[in-house]
Structure formats: structure tokens, C-alpha cells
């Protein structure tokens, strides 16, 4: 009787040709090849800083730097030319303001002899600012430049409102334009959408206080936050392209002259916890959920700590429970 053959597979040092031998006859390689690493670049013999801290391959042979130095060498430029382009445009806007002092009013002999001495011409207009004889014109916004204005007149235009008619001589609230029909248009529009539980005041007092100049109720933060949430309600689609650009633009510079207005201190005044309530809407509005709650927490937190030393009047309640209702 024949054995059986053997189920399990021969040992490989049995077998005459091993697997590994049998795939380097295939691939044509031999293992005792040695496989060496491509060089594309010569690599430098002595890493520049940077290239150290970050650990990164640093393609530079002194006395030349590497690509990574060179971009930061060109962006480090590109910053000093953005700020002393920036710096000399405030420069000219204050020599401009300057200037239309000495054309409109007396011309003050001290102006030419501190412009002659090479005074900073903004240190100027803050000492034209201390005369109480001496009007400083309000400065152009930055960056609101004429195409911006051409929206503007090209929304009031398209809504049938004439800014000829109204009054010169008005409260100036804000920097960012001097069309006084375009913010009547902008206050409107805010007061005519917004529900009256989430209004935050009464649309009466606080009109009142718009037209005549009464910083109790209206100030220059709430004012700027009320523009900008309103640019949200303008029709911008019978407007051509680049007026819809301009309009986020407008609606970014009241956002940021809103921003800048508020001090440490400002805390305490009610109109200021209304601006940071609506500022929270704006941001929201604007997908940034983040910036937005931190608004909210820092107007409830302001008017728990003004609860206790206001009298409870109509304004009081609307914005508690405007506040409360966005925070729950």
C-alpha cells in the first residue's frame, strides 16, 4: 500500500528557490542593490533659521537664501508699502483738512508757522480741535471713495428720494457718509422691518432723539449698528453689480466705525448695550456665530449690572426682554 503524500507544504529551505529569490529574478533586481534616494535639489550645506525652527528641507546655498526666505523677504515689503501708503493717505487727508480750515475760516498764523516748522499734520488738527472758534470739517471716511457715493445716489434715486430738500444743518452721527436722506432712508428701513417686541426702544423717543441731536437715547454706536443691520433690507437686486459691492461695503464700514466707538466704559449707557445687541444680529446675519454670541454675552452681562441703578422706563424693558429673548 502506497503512503499518503504529504498535505503540508515543504519547508521553504527545502525547496531549491526561496520566494524572495523568485521575485528578484522577476522584478530583475538584485538585493544586494542597495536602492539610493533621487536628489532633485542640492540640498544646502548650512540651514537658514527659519528652515530650522519650522524643520523643513531649505533649498538656499550661502550667500543666497532659500525660496521660504525670499516670500517672507517680499511679503515683509509688501506690508511696509501697504502702511507708508496708508499713512501718507492720512497725511494728505489732513493736510486737506488743514487747508479747508484756512480757505472757509480766519487763517491762523500759527498753522503756517507749525506746518513751515514740519509738525505732524495730524498733531495739528488735534490742537485746531482744542479752539473752540476753529471748526474742524468732518474727514471723508477711508475708503468710501466716489463709486461708493454713486451707489448711494443710485439707491436713493431708484426709491424716488430727493436729498435736496432736506435740511443742512443736521446731527452727525457717523463718518462713513454725509448723505443725510441716505441714513433718514437706512433709519426707516430699520424701524419698518424690525418687529416692535424686538425693536429695543421706542421708534418715537428714539427719532426724536436722531433728528435733534439728543446723545440720552441716540449715539454714534447705535446709530452705525442701525445702518448696517439695515443694509440688509435694501433691494439690491434691481441694483447693477458693482452697486451691490458697494452696498457690503457700506454695510462693513458702519459695522467697523460701530466697533471702534466702544470704550471700556461705555458699559453703563443703555444706547451702547442696544448697539452690541443689534451688532449680534449683523454678525449673525453675516455667518459668524462666534462674534456674534460674544455680542449677546456682553450686552446681557451690562445690562444685569444696569438693572440695579435704572429706573425701569419703557426703553428698559423693550431691551431686557429683546435680550432675553435672543439669549434663551
Avoid at 443710485?154 to 448723505?179: C, F, K, M
Avoid at 453675516?286 to 452681562?301: D, I
Wanted: hydrophobic letters at 40%; glycine letters at 4%.
Amino acid at each position: 500500500m502506497e503512503p499518503f503524500r504529504p498535505i503540508l507544504p515543504a519547508n521553504a529551505s527545502d525547496r531549491p528557490g526561496s520566494f524572495t529569490e523568485a521575485s528578484s529574478a522577476l522584478s530583475g533586481t538584485n538585493e544586494t542593490v542597495r536602492r539610493r534616494r533621487k536628489v532633485f535639489e542640492k540640498p544646502a550645506l548650512i540651514a537658514c533659521v527659519a528652515c530650522r525652527r519650522t524643520r523643513v528641507k531649505c533649498n538656499g546655498n550661502p550667500p543666497e537664501t532659500c525660496d521660504r526666505c525670499r516670500k517672507d523677504d517680499i511679503l515683509h515689503e509688501l506690508a511696509q508699502a501697504r502702511a507708508w501708503s496708508q499713512g501718507l493717505e492720512q497725511r494728505n487727508r489732513d493736510l486737506s483738512t488743514i487747508l479747508d480750515i484756512m480757505a472757509r475760516q480766519a487763517s491762523h498764523p500759527e498753522i503756517t508757522t507749525r506746518l513751515l516748522a514740519g509738525e505732524d499734520a495730524g498733531s495739528i488738527l488735534a490742537w485746531l480741535s482744542t479752539h473752540s472758534e476753529v471748526t474742524v470739517p468732518p474727514q471723508r471716511a477711508k475708503g468710501l471713495d466716489e463709486s461708493v457715493e454713486n451707489a448711494i445716489n443710485n439707491i436713493l434715486y431708484i426709491h424716488g428720494i430727493d436729498s435736496s430738500t432736506l435740511a443742512e444743518q443736521r446731527p452727525r452721527w457717523t463718518s462713513v457718509t454725509t448723505n443725510s436722506a441716505f441714513l433718514d432712508h437706512l433709519v426707516g428701513l430699520y424701524l419698518h422691518n424690525t418687529e416692535a417686541d424686538f425693536l429695543l426702544f421706542r421708534a418715537e423717543t428714539f427719532m426724536q432723539s436722531y433728528m435733534y441731536g439728543d446723545s440720552d437715547i441716540c449715539s454714534s454706536t447705535l446709530l452705525n449698528a442701525i445702518c448696517s443691520m439695515a443694509c440688509k433690507f435694501l433691494n439690491t437686486e434691481i441694483l447693477a453689480p458693482e452697486d451691490r459691492a458697494n452696498v457690503t461695503f457700506i454695510q462693513s464700514a458702519f459695522m467697523k466705525e460701530a466697533q471702534s466707538s466702544i470704550n471700556l466704559g461705555d458699559s453703563q449707557n443703555m444706547a451702547v448695550i442696544q448697539a452690541m445687541t443689534i451688532m449680534h444680529l449683523v454678525d449673525l446675519s453675516n455667518a459668524q456665530a462666534r462674534v456674534a454670541s460674544t455680542w449677546l454675552k456682553t450686552a446681557a452681562e451690562a445690562l444685569q449690572n444696569l438693572e440695579a441703578e435704572m429706573k425701569m422706563t419703557a426703553d428698559f424693558d423693550l431691551t431686557r426682554w429683546t435680550i432675553h429673548s435672543l439669549d434663551t
